[in-house]
């Protein structure tokens, strides 16, 4: 008796889900296919049956997709978790791989694309969109921007704290105003987790900024 | 010719999706179709405003981005979504032509906006000069303990 891979949908667009649990329970596909419509739904019946993979549409109401995904990543990591969304954002895709995704995949896509990604998943591969293009916030090549979601005016203003210029000489010379340049510091303060001028300098000067 | 009263309808995509994914499908769509370069930084807003409020902040954001693409000469855009404990800041930057508040008439956009920001009891700010313009919102939250 061949191996059926326990499949669990999770989605609230009835009528997606249940064209797609028809498509997935045909019988050559060899797919035991249980459907839930939102978060709590998909954690009673993890419990209950135990699927092998769970195709999770990110945009659920309630406990969303990102949450469903983290919490099982935490407590049942054997179980693969596919997210579904229609949206081709780098962002989001990021964002799933990180909280432990096994794959993305857009509703868009056909049957075999599905087919191939449940595949690949089942054998320990991951399944995730070829990049697009950069999320934007990658277009600052400074990774502590990256990390600190800082924006090339606040690099650009943090390089100006570093040469010692006051709020005033800032504003003048980036052609700002004085409460603009205090709002971009009050964030990069906010951004960075620092209270006070001399820690800013200190974080300018440990990571040599 | 008959203008909707924008803030009644709420598009279905709102109800089912999280703000900061709307925000930035909706930006990377502009980026790729326009000439302007938009980035998009948020911290998470759910949680301190009704559906009611996050659907008017997704309009002025919708508004000021619109402006950019349509006034500004920009060839990049910063928007930010900062929270902090008593409110959170919006911040719209372009690096294109500024305009001159004392001349500029305002049209229902900017209009708009204001009534918005009126309603949340907040307050703006803008700068507006030769490196480009920057709009800062600020909104006092509410809380809503989840």
């Known amino acids: ?209 | 010719m008959t203008r909707r009263i924008a803030h009644d309808i709420m598009p279905p995509e709102f109800e089912k999706t999280e703000f900061n994914q709307l925000l930035s499908a909706y930006f990377n769509r502009l980026s790729s179709t326009g000439n302007i370069r938009f980035h998009f930084i948020a911290d998470e807003i759910d949680g301190y405003f009704t559906k009611q409020q996050t659907l008017m902040i997704y309009r002025i954001l919708l508004e000021l981005s619109t402006n950019i693409v349509k006034h500004s000469k920009a060839t990049e855009a910063t928007i930010q979504l900062n929270s902090y404990d008593d409110y959170i800041e919006i911040m719209v930057e372009d690096n294109g032509i500024g305009f001159d508040l004392s001349t500029c008439k305002k049209g229902m956009g900017l209009r708009n906006i204001e009534s918005r920001i009126l309603f949340f009891h907040g307050s703006h700010a803008i700068d507006s000069g030769e490196s480009g313009t920057t709009i800062i919102i600020t909104l006092p939250t509410q809380r809503h303990d989840l």
């Not at chain 1, 969109?129 to 005016?153: D, G, M, S």
Request: with cysteine.
């Open chain 1, 1 to 209: 008796m061949t191996y059926k891979t326990s499949i669990l949908l999770a989605d609230d667009h009835l009528l997606f889900i249940s064209g797609l649990s028809t498509l997935l329970a045909e019988e050559q596909n060899n797919y035991d296919i249980f459907v839930a419509h939102d978060g709590n739904m998909v954690l009673q019946m993890v419990s209950d049956q135990q699927p092998d993979i769970i195709l999770l549409d990110i945009g659920m109401p309630g406990i969303g997709g990102m949450e469903v995904l983290k919490y099982m990543n935490r407590v049942y990591p054997a179980i693969k978790i596919i997210m579904l969304s229609s949206y081709n954002d780098a962002h989001l895709i990021e964002k799933a791989r990180r909280a432990g995704a096994s794959g993305y995949l857009l509703k868009n896509c056909s049957i075999e694309e599905l087919q191939r990604a449940i595949a690949d998943v089942m054998e320990g591969k991951l399944s995730f969109p070829p990049i697009v293009h950069l999320p934007e916030h990658n277009a600052y090549t400074n990774p502590i921007a990256q990390q600190f979601n800082l924006t090339k005016r606040e690099i650009e203003i943090i390089q100006l704290i570093k040469e010692e210029l006051t709020n005033k000489q800032i504003a003048d010379k980036l052609f700002l105003s004085l409460f603009t340049v205090e709002t971009h510091r009050k964030n990069i303060m906010h951004k960075l987790k620092l209270n006070s001028a001399v820690s800013l300098m200190k974080f300018i000067l440990d990571f040599k900024l």
